[in-house]
């Protein structure tokens, strides 16, 4: 069973908000499209729940004006936007069975007994809980809990869905399970989703595009591969995931290439002048054991390998002590690597950017 919802577009100009003298957001312009999954990611203390708070309408902002479809909603209170919510700690009623949990925003909305029963059953039955609707909350599990969270968000069928690490205290495999949840009923509703996280991982897994905050400032937004792949600064770059940070010298242009020198090597990769420090992850480096005859290549030692499962991750000295770091499928490592081999690490000029 499916319930579309209409989702609506959120723009954002030049918010800000500031605690006393301390600023937690500061000039953050962007719009989030009708139907789209964004996820703000950052570290802790970013900024990332002020700005949903915000959306929400529970924090007013002290610049900048907000839009829904258009329509000025910086001043207008939480209740009248009308966004399903799943925050952490914003508990369900315990002494409520999970149905009447379920049915009580459309209670309050004063929608008629027939359709609260009809739409009740509808949502239960579209989070997966057919069977559970009488039970009250310390009879379900933790993802049972949070689907009857997500369920009670969604009943007044929101043009926007906030939601704040909903999944934090859930343990690994049920957080997958939730995240996969969340995504078939972002799919199935259509909605507008805006989620919260400071796991990369659960970022990248999740969302249309990702909006990466630093110190109260947007820093990127972008698809997930883009911002992976294609960071706009080393501190994306780095908070994304490990990787190798080889500083260039004497570089020029080459066609859509840059050229320059590491360690006495030549190293190319995509882009023009701007950044000199040639960026590579550790996933798109192989390991040579006799030097390649083309393509960018920088000789090391093996100084550690750590057994992941189905990757093998290789730590490495490189030129002048530099440590560097890459992957290997585990199934196909060379007979007798061990700390203390001598390798070369090549990869495909384009798999490496410029910061
Ligand atoms: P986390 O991942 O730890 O939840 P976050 O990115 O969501 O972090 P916020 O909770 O938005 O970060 O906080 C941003 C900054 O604003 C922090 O430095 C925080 O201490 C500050 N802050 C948040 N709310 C208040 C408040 N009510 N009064 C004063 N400072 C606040």
């Given amino acids: ?32 499209g009708r139907g789209e ?17 915000l959306l929400a309408g529970f924090e007013e902002a002290t610049r900048g004006r ?19 919510m799943v925050f952490q700690g914003y508990a369900l009623f315990p002494h409520m069975s999970a149905a009447a949990n379920i049915a009580f925003p459309l209670k309050v909305q004063k929608r008629g007994a027939r359709e609260i029963k009809a739409r009740t059953e509808q949502i239960i039955e579209m989070v997966g809980l ?36 909903p999944f934090s205290a859930l343990d690994k495999n049920l957080r997958g399970q939730m995240q996969d949840e ?3 009923l972002h799919r199935e509703t259509g909605t ?55 500083p260039l010298s004497d570089t020029s242009r080459d066609g859509d290439m840059l050229r320059g020198t590491f360690a006495g090597r030549t190293l190319r990769a995509p882009g023009k002048a701007g950044g000199e420090t040639l960026a590579i992850r550790p996933e798109y480096m192989r390991l040579g054991l006799t030097a390649p005859s ?20 290789i730590d490495l000295r490189g030129p002048d002590g530099m440590a560097l770091v890459m992957t290997h499928a585990s199934g196909s490592l060379p007979d007798g690597l061990a700390p203390g081999t001598d390798i070369w690490a090549t990869w495909p000029e384009e798999k490496g950017f410029l910061l």
């Avoid at 083309?294 to 991750?313: F, K, M, Q, W």
């Fill in 192 to 246: 507008t989703f805006v989620f919260v996280t400071h796991d990369q991982s659960e970022a990248l897994a999740l969302s249309s595009r990702v909006a990466i905050f630093e110190q109260g400032r947007l820093q990127q937004i972008a698809p997930p591969r883009e911002v992976y792949d294609r960071p706009h600064s080393r501190f994306v770059a780095e908070f994304l995931g490990d990787i190798n940070l080889l």
């Fill in 37 to 53: 999954f964004l996820t703000l990611l950052g570290p802790s203390g970013s900024g990332k729940t002020t700005f949903l708070m």
């Fill in 294 to 313: 083309s393509g960018n290549a920088i000789p090391a030692t093996v100084t550690d390998l750590t057994y992941l499962g189905a990757d093998t991750r």
């Fill in 1 to 32: 069973m499916t319930v579309k919802t209409r989702a609506a577009e959120i723009g954002v100009e030049g918010i800000g908000k500031d605690f006393g003298t301390f600023t937690a957001l500061d000039d953050i312009s962007l719009t989030i």
């Fill in 182 to 184: 969340v995504r078939r």
């Fill in 66 to 84: 907000m839009t829904l479809d258009g329509r000025d909603m910086t001043r207008v209170p939480a209740e009248k936007r009308g966004f399903g």
């Fill in 130 to 165: 057919a069977g559970h609707g009488h039970k009250r909350p310390d009879a379900l599990s933790g993802g049972q809990q949070q689907r009857v969270a997500l369920a009670r968000a969604l009943a007044c069928e929101p043009p926007v869905m906030l939601l704040d690490e």
